[in-house]
């Protein structure tokens, strides 16, 4: 499931790249304003869930002060990518089904399987792809090649 919602989440990036600064940042009226806002709640939430699973419990979700551009996205994204990978490993096969306790943004206590926060963050990532995909459109860019799920089962053969 990482494997394929990092390359999901090259694939968006990639159909970012061309945008100008204006398209980047425009207004769209959804439920994050603009493809920027978007982008970063899509990598936020994945930060707040690893927090969590480092026995963090953040009480807000990072901005998109901090990502002017998709070169920022992309270089912070791809370094926790890597954080995410290792913490994996670590946990290994039979750590999936271990339950973490940790407490919402709301600071409400929550408790689940490691395998099921995972699938969120999969999940999670592709809804606002889809709308990603769909501002895209709106501005009268090129959306991103495939991000189904089948499409990077193809892919990799």
């Given at each position: 499931m990482l494997d394929y919602h990092y390359w999901?989440?090259?694939r968006l990036l990639e159909a970012l790249e061309p945008l100008t600064p204006e398209q980047f940042n425009r207004d769209l009226g959804s439920s994050f304003k603009s493809i920027r806002e978007t982008v970063v709640h899509?990598?936020?939430?994945?930060w707040a869930w690893h927090s969590r699973w480092q026995g963090q419990s953040p009480t807000s979700l990072m901005t998109s002060d901090?990502?002017?551009d998709v070169v920022a996205v992309r270089r912070a994204w791809t370094d926790h990518e890597a954080k995410m990978r290792a913490f994996l490993d670590a946990l290994g096969e039979n750590g999936v089904t271990r339950v973490f306790d940790y407490?919402?943004?709301s600071g409400q206590p929550g408790s689940s399987p490691f395998w099921q926060m995972l699938q969120h963050v999969v999940n999670h990532a592709?809804?606002?792809r889809g709308q990603v995909t769909t501002m895209l459109r709106q501005i009268g860019a090129q959306p991103a090649k495939s991000m189904d799920?089948?499409?990077y089962y193809r892919s990799e053969g």
């Open positions: 999901a989440r090259d899509i990598y936020a939430a994945e901090a990502f002017p407490k919402v943004l592709s809804y606002h799920m089948i499409a």
